[in-house]
């Protein structure tokens, strides 16, 4: 296992790179399969939260992840100052941040290491959860990635990895997007940006839109990591 861990497995067909990407646009782009799939962004999101605030010397509380997706990081510390606007920044940003790290270490054929480090993320966060659903949604995601880490074959393996980087890079967008659209409806005056608005002095929509670029500038590096250098072509 530590020889998988510190070594580096064969890249994958670009076929299965490809539809890895096909799929995670799906899962994207449908509508009922984005309600399920989003719980994967909100972890991230709320990991990210909760990271932040750790790295900036806050005392974090907790974490609830709810059924509609949605989720709250709760941390103690000076209520306004640097700390505090990079934990606020932190939660949009994270999910495709991550998407682009696994995608750096997938195309260095970091296979392994990618689905361990995830556990790995998965079990500090279950740590801080502090309600049942959230709890029960960081587990059974942490059961499938142990699940194909553990079991499956390394073709299953990459093919998954591949799915979970390209999925985090294509959500990047879409929570961004929703986020404005009820900003616009009055729908959410306590939203990161609007609190990033209240501890910065400057407008929601720029934070918005800071948000959608790193998101755009992700999508575009992880997917240059991915395909077609981070896959074996036909005929290699």
Known sequence: ??????????????????????????????GPTWRLARNVVTIAHEGGH?????????KLDGIKLH???????VSRGKPHGPGMVFTAMAGYITPPLLGLLFAAL????????????????????????????????????GAVVF??????????QAGFGYLAAWFLLLAGAR?????????????APSSDADQLAHLTGVPGLFW?????????????????????DGASTPGV
């Open 1 to 30: 296992m530590f020889d998988r861990l510190t070594g580096t497995q064969q890249a994958p067909p670009w076929w299965l790179v490809a539809l890895a990407g096909v799929v995670a646009l799906a899962a994207v782009a449908h």
């Open 50 to 58: 909760a990271l932040v605030a750790l790295l900036t010397g806050r």
């Open 67 to 73: 059924s509609d997706t949605s989720g709250v990081t």
């Open 106 to 141: 997938l195309a260095g054929g970091r296979i392994t290491l990618m689905l361990w480090f995830s556990l790995l993320l998965l079990v500090g966060m279950l740590v801080m959860i502090r309600n049942a659903y959230g709890a029960l949604s960081v587990i059974l995601t």
């Open 147 to 156: 699940a194909v880490s553990w079991f499956a074959g390394e073709t299953v």
């Open 175 to 187: 929570p961004v997007v929703e986020l404005q659209r009820m900003r616009t409806r009055r729908m």
């Open 208 to 228: 918005v839109t800071v948000f959608g670029l790193v998101a755009l500038l992700a999508l575009v590096a992880g997917g240059a990591l991915l395909f077609p």
